[in-house]
C-alpha cells in the first residue's frame, strides 16, 4: 500500500469509484481509494439501479444527464457490461397539479438538453399493455432512461480508474484523519498511513462518522427504504418468449412507487410515510451487505395501488423484501462539493439517488479538486448550504421528511414544515401576530407574505383527488386555519402579496430581514485584502456598495453588500441561504499574517428594513440624525439611536423605494420594531413578506445568487458593468474576466414583458425560443404590481437582448410572446430611491 498519494478517497461505493475514475480522466493518477469492506458493499450493492433524469434542481439535472451518457459508454471503454437497460421511464399523472409539475419540469428539461416526451393514457397503454389506464390524465417518458446494474457499473468504472493509474485497497479501514503542520492530510488506517494533499469523503451511512474525525457535523441521516421483488409472471415471460421490448420503468407519482421488470417479475419500490432514519451513529464496525428486517405492513396502501394500476402484481408471489439505508439530507439533494473550514477536504454524501448521480458528482467533484472550481453551477448540492443548525434531532426529522415526499409534487411555493419553527428572530411573534405565514431560508423563519385577520381557505378550496400524495397546502395554524395553498400557477395568496406592495409603494411597508448573512472584516490589512478580492472599487467610510466576488475565470462567486464603518472596519451582508457558503469563501482567501479578521455576526444582529415614500415621515421623529437627502443621501449608512436603541441605518434596500435598513444588536429589535409599528401606524405602516419583496425586486431588474449569477455566466453577461471596476487594479478573476471577453460571451441579460398571462407566471428555468429555437432561459419571473405586467429575468443569446426582441417563452406547456423591454421597467431613474 503507497503511503503517499495526491488524493485518498474513502469509500468504494459507486460515488467513491466515480470520484477516483474522474480524478484519472482529469490526468491524475497518483490517486487511491480506500474501503473498509467489499466494493459496493455498503449501499450501492443493494439499490435498484434505475437513472431517473427527472429532477427540478438544475445541478442535479445536469449530474444526472451527464451520468446517463457515461453509464452508455462506459462498457466500450473498459469492455466491462454495465447491464444498462435503456427501456426508458413513464411517470404517470393522475391529477392537474401532476401535470403542471411535469409542464413545469419539462421546461426545465429543455434548457438543460433532456428529452422528454408527453404521452397520452392511450399511449401509455401502448408502451406499457400490462397497466391500467382509464384514470390517467397523461404522463410523461424519458426515452434515455432505464436502469443499470449498481454492482457492474462499479466495478466498470473501478476498471477504468486502475487503467489510469489508481489503486483501490479493499478490506482496508480508515481508523482517523489527522492533518500534518504542512497543511497536508494523513488517513490513518488499519493497514498503515497515507499522507495526501487531498481527501474525499465518499462513505455513505458512515460520512457522520468519518465527518467527526475531523471536526465536521455532515448533514446526513440514512433512511430505510424497501423494495420488493416478485417471482415471475407467465404474462411478462409471453413478452420475452415473444421478442418484445421489455416494457419501462414505471413510476406512478401519485402513488409514490415505482415500478420494473425484473427476471420475468417485478420490482415496485414505495415511498412510504413513517420510514424510520436509521444509523444515526452509523453502521457497526462489521456492517456489510446489511439489511433491515422487511416491513410490508408500511407498503399496504403503495402495494393496493399498485395492484390497482398493474393487476399481474396481485398475483405474483413475493420472492425477497429488500429494505436498505439509503442517506439522505434535509432537502432530499446530495452533497457535493468542498467541506466548510478544511482546505482540501471533500464531500460526496448524501445520495439518495446514487447510482444516478454518481457518475456526474465524480466528474464535477474531480473537476472541482484539480482546477479550483467546477464546470456547471454546483450551488443546489453545495455541502455548505446547510448551516450549524442542523444537529441530529433536527437530520431525522427533515431527512425522514425528505423521503416521505420524494414523489409529492414539489410545488415552488412549498414549505415543508417538519423541523420548524426553529430560528427565530425577537419579532416573530409580532409578525406572527400581524398575520405572516412564514416561509424558512436557512433555518430561519422569514415571513413570506400577511393574510388577513381571521382568513382561512374553505374545504373546498383546498380540496384535491383522492391520491396518495395530495397534499396541497400549508400546516394548520394554531387556530386550525389553513391559509396557503401551494401551486405551479398564481395561488389565493397572489392578491394579498399584492396589496402588501401597492401598500409599501403608496404609504410604507416594514420587513424582517435578520436572516441576511452578517459578518465584520477588520484591521490593518482589511482594505487591501477585499480591495484584491472582490470586483467593485470599496465604499468610502459612511458609504455603501454593492461588490462581487468572481470565480478565476470572470464568473459570479458571491455577492454583498459592505458597508464601511471605519477605515479599517467593514460589514458585508449577504444572502440569508448562503451564509456558511459565502463566509467559507471569504476564510478561505483570508491572509495568513492575521492582519484581516473574520466575524460572523448573523445572530448577533437583526434587520428590519422601512421602504415606502412615508419612511422617511416615520423615521425622523425616532432617530437622533436629519434624514434629508442632502444630509443622508441614497447608498450612505451611519449609527443612530432609534428611541433609546442603537442601530446603524443604511439608505439601501432590495426593492427600488426610499427606505433605510436599521441594523441593529438583535436583543434591541423588538423595541425598535414597536416604535415603529407605532409610529408608523399614522403614516399607513404594514408589513410585508419576501414575496412581495421579490415581486417589487423583478420590477428593478435585480439579479439573484444562483439566477442571473452563476459561476456560469461571466459577470460581465450578467449586467454587472457598472459594479466590475478592472481598471481598479488587479481583483480575483480580472484576467479571467478580460479573456472571456475576448473569447467572446455566449449570453446577455435582459428584462422581458410576457404578454397573454392569465393565471400561471414565468418562475425561472422556463425555456426561451425564437422560431423554435432553444437561444436562451429565464432564470426569474412574476407579476409586477407596480408596472401591472408580467414579467421574467433571463439570460439570452447576445444577438437577441436588443429591446424590442420578440421571443417565445413556454410557462407551464403553454407558449407566451417575450418582448425584451429596457431594464428596471419600474423607476428605470431610481428616483424614488433617491427621494
Not at 210 to 239: C, F, K, N, S
Not at 528 to 553: E, F, I, Q, Y
Request: hydrophobic letters at 40%.
Amino acid at each position: 500500500m503507497k503511503t503517499q498519494a495526491r488524493v485518498v478517497v474513502i469509500g468504494g461505493g459507486v460515488v467513491g469509484v466515480s470520484t477516483l475514475y474522474h480524478l484519472t480522466k482529469k490526468g491524475w493518477s497518483d490517486v487511491v481509494l480506500v474501503e473498509r469492506k467489499e466494493l459496493t458493499s455498503g449501499s450501492t450493492w443493494h439499490a435498484a439501479g434505475l437513472l431517473p433524469l427527472f429532477n427540478l434542481s438544475y445541478s442535479n439535472g445536469q449530474l444526472h444527464k451527464y451520468s446517463v451518457r457515461l453509464y452508455r459508454e462506459l462498457e466500450a471503454e473498459t469492455g466491462q457490461n454495465v447491464g444498462f437497460k435503456r427501456v426508458s421511464n413513464i411517470r404517470l399523472a393522475r391529477t392537474q397539479d401532476r401535470l403542471d409539475e411535469y409542464r413545469y419540469y419539462a421546461g426545465v428539461a429543455a434548457t438543460i438538453g433532456v428529452d422528454v416526451r408527453f404521452l397520452t393514457p392511450d399511449e401509455v397503454k401502448e408502451v406499457w399493455p400490462l397497466c391500467e389506464t382509464d384514470d390517467l390524465l397523461g404522463a410523461i417518458q424519458h426515452p434515455d432512461d432505464g436502469y443499470i446494474q449498481p454492482a457492474d457499473l462499479t466495478q466498470a468504472l473501478a476498471k477504468g480508474a486502475r487503467a489510469g493509474g489508481a489503486e483501490i485497497y479493499r478490506y482496508t479501514t480508515v481508523t482517523n484523519i489527522s492533518r500534518k503542520p504542512t497543511g497536508e492530510w494523513v488517513v490513518h488506517t488499519d493497514k498503515g498511513d497515507i499522507a495526501c494533499e487531498h481527501v474525499v469523503s465518499a462513505t455513505g451511512n458512515f460520512a457522520r462518522r468519518t465527518g467527526a474525525m475531523v471536526g465536521l457535523d455532515i448533514p446526513v441521516i440514512p433512511v430505510e427504504h424497501q423494495y420488493i421483488v416478485t417471482e415471475p409472471h407467465p404474462a411478462i415471460m409471453a413478452r420475452h418468449s415473444a421478442g418484445l421490448p421489455e416494457m419501462g420503468v414505471l413510476r406512478e407519482s401519485d402513488s409514490s412507487w415505482y415500478m420494473r421488470e425484473e427476471n420475468g417479475g417485478l420490482i415496485l419500490g414505495p415511498y412510504e410515510k413513517g420510514a424510520p432514519a436509521c444509523y444515526l451513529d452509523g453502521p457497526s464496525e462489521q456492517s456489510e451487505y446489511e439489511l433491515f428486517q422487511g416491513d410490508l405492513d408500511r407498503l399496504a396502501p403503495h402495494i393496493e395501488t399498485a395492484i390497482a394500476r398493474v393487476p399481474i402484481f396481485g398475483e405474483l408471489g413475493v420472492k425477497k423484501v429488500y429494505n436498505g439505508a439509503i442517506c439522505y439530507t434535509p432537502d432530499g439533494g446530495p452533497i457535493v462539493g468542498p467541506a466548510w473550514g478544511l482546505k482540501n477536504f471533500w464531500l460526496n454524501e448524501g445520495h439518495s439517488f446514487g447510482v444516478t448521480a454518481a457518475g456526474g458528482a465524480g466528474w464535477q467533484l474531480a473537476e472541482w479538486i484539480v482546477d479550483g472550481e467546477p464546470t456547471i453551477d454546483m450551488m443546489g448540492v453545495d455541502p455548505r448550504r446547510f448551516g450549524p443548525y442542523a444537529s441530529r434531532g433536527y437530520l431525522v426529522a427533515k431527512c425522514e421528511e425528505a423521503y416521505a415526499n420524494v414523489f409529492t409534487p414539489h410545488y415552488p411555493d412549498e414549505e415543508r414544515s417538519a423541523g420548524r419553527p426553529l430560528k427565530t428572530s425577537p419579532c416573530y411573534t409580532r409578525m406572527k401576530a400581524l398575520g405572516a405565514v412564514f416561509g424558512s431560508v436557512y433555518g430561519w423563519e422569514r415571513a413570506n407574505w400577511f393574510a388577513p385577520q381571521g382568513y382561512a381557505l374553505t374545504a373546498e378550496e383546498i380540496a384535491s383527488p383522492d391520491v396518495l400524495t395530495n397534499h396541497n397546502h400549508a400546516p394548520r395554524e394554531e387556530t386550525g386555519a389553513i391559509r396557503e395553498k401551494w401551486s405551479f400557477r398564481r395561488s389565493n395568496y397572489f392578491p394579498f402579496v399584492g396589496a402588501e406592495v401597492r401598500n409599501t409603494h403608496e404609504n410604507c411597508g416594514l420587513q424582517d430581514l435578520t436572516a441576511f448573512a452578517k459578518c465584520l472584516v477588520e484591521g490593518p490589512g482589511a482594505e487591501a485584502w477585499l480591495d484584491g478580492l472582490l470586483a467593485n472599487r470599496l465604499p468610502k467610510v459612511g458609504r455603501v456598495s454593492l461588490c462581487h466576488l468572481l470565480t478565476r475565470a470572470g464568473g459570479v462567486k458571491s455577492e454583498f453588500t459592505i458597508y464601511r464603518m471605519a477605515a479599517d472596519r467593514f460589514y458585508l451582508v449577504s444572502a440569508g441561504a448562503l451564509e456558511r457558503f459565502d463566509h467559507d469563501q471569504l476564510a478561505r482567501a483570508l491572509p495568513v499574517d492575521g492582519g484581516v479578521r473574520l466575524t460572523p455576526c448573523t445572530t448577533q444582529w437583526g434587520v428590519l428594513a422601512l421602504v415606502g415614500p412615508r419612511a422617511r415621515d416615520v423615521l425622523q421623529p425616532l432617530v437622533d440624525v436629519d434624514l434629508p437627502n442632502a444630509a443622508f443621501p441614497w447608498l450612505s449608512g451611519r449609527p443612530v439611536s432609534v428611541g433609546t436603541a442603537q442601530a446603524h441605518a443604511l439608505r439601501v434596500n432590495f426593492v427600488g423605494e426610499l427606505g433605510w435598513e436599521l441594523h441593529h444588536p438583535i436583543e434591541m429589535q423588538t423595541a425598535i420594531f414597536d416604535l415603529l409599528m407605532k409610529e408608523g401606524a399614522r403614516h399607513g405602516l404594514k408589513p410585508y413578506g419576501a414575496r412581495a419583496m421579490n415581486a417589487m425586486a423583478l420590477e428593478k431588474s435585480y439579479r439573484n445568487m444562483g439566477r442571473e449569477l452563476s459561476i456560469e455566466y461571466a459577470a460581465l453577461e450578467s449586467g454587472l458593468d457598472r459594479f466590475v471596476r478592472p481598471e481598479k487594479g488587479d481583483f480575483v478573476g480580472r484576467e479571467g474576466l478580460a479573456a472571456w471577453s475576448r473569447r467572446g460571451f455566449a449570453n446577455r441579460f435582459v428584462t422581458m414583458e410576457v404578454q397573454g398571462v392569465t393565471d400561471a407566471d414565468a418562475r425561472g428555468s422556463e425555456p426561451l425560443t425564437r422560431d423554435g429555437e432553444l437561444v436562451g432561459r429565464a432564470t426569474n419571473g412574476g407579476f409586477g404590481w407596480r408596472v401591472g405586467k408580467s414579467l421574467a429575468l433571463g439570460m439570452v443569446r447576445p444577438d437577441l437582448a436588443e429591446v424590442g426582441t420578440e421571443l417565445d417563452i413556454a410557462i407551464l406547456g403553454e407558449k407566451r410572446r417575450a418582448v425584451v423591454i429596457c431594464e428596471s421597467p419600474f423607476d428605470p431613474e431610481n428616483a424614488r430611491l433617491k427621494a
